[in-house]
């Protein structure tokens, strides 16, 4: 059973345009959603988060929208550019005790911005 | 400051064989993390360490063991390493407070 589910495996997009990019979670206990980038042959990168009690967190380019009626989040990127072109992780963290917690990741979405 | 190492970067291994793969960070962090990508699969947890001393399942741990070392090192790993073991791994550490994890570059691991 899926907890956090990408439904889009590839989305390409025109450079200056904006990216969107969806992630869909079940679990009602994460507390903490995040978005990783990867380049191909790297580990994943942290690119921004959001706390549960919050509904937009912005970080330059990079917009995070929760909708946590819909158990829904999104990650806006505004303008596009070439660089961005990755395999985008969403994550959502939740605490396993002895104060730490695990994340459960999604299977990505491959982002291509073409120039 | 060099964040999470991880060594070998590659290895191809013959079922059965046995490697330990292993994992360092300079951060000062708490947690580690063992992971596994796999195609179209995502990353997947192995094991983690919510401290020095302590050692938790995932959801993946079968086939695997860890040590955690001392508060800076966390290996994995493989008695007996058969082929649905051959994946990406990666490393990972977090401050317990902190909502992101710092990933390694990862080890490509082949078993034929």
């Known amino acids: 059973d899926q907890q956090v589910k990408q439904n889009s495996p590839s989305l390409s997009v025109q450079e200056g345009r904006i990216s969107i990019l969806n992630c869909d979670y079940t679990n009602s206990m994460f507390d903490y959603f995040l978005w990783y980038k990867k380049y191909p042959a790297e580990g994943p990168t942290f690119l921004i988060s959001i706390s549960s009690i919050k509904d937009k967190n912005e970080d330059g380019r990079f917009t995070v929208f929760l909708n946590k009626s819909a158990k829904h989040l999104s990650l806006h990127i505004v303008p596009s550019q070439p660089g961005d072109s990755a395999v985008y992780f969403c994550a959502a963290r939740q605490g396993s005790g002895a104060g730490s917690y695990q994340l459960t990741f999604g299977k990505g979405t491959k982002l291509s911005v073409i120039p | 400051n060099a964040g999470v190492t991880q060594t070998p970067k590659f290895q191809v291994l013959k079922t059965g064989q046995s490697m330990t793969l292993q994992c360092a960070q300079d951060?000062?962090?708490?947690?580690m993390y063992w992971y596994r990508q796999d195609p179209g699969m995502g990353l997947r947890l192995i094991y983690y360490s919510a401290s020095e001393g302590t050692t938790d399942k995932g959801e993946v741990p079968n086939g695997y063991n860890v040590s955690r070392l001392n508060k800076r090192e966390f290996s994995l790993r493989l008695e007996s390493a058969a082929p649905s073991q051959t994946s990406v791994y990666f490393c990972?550490?977090?401050?317990?407070?902190?909502?992101?994890?710092?990933f390694g570059p990862g080890t490509r691991l082949t078993v034929l």
């Open positions: 951060m000062n962090h708490n947690s």
């Open positions: 990972a550490s977090s401050e317990v407070l902190v909502g992101s994890q710092f």
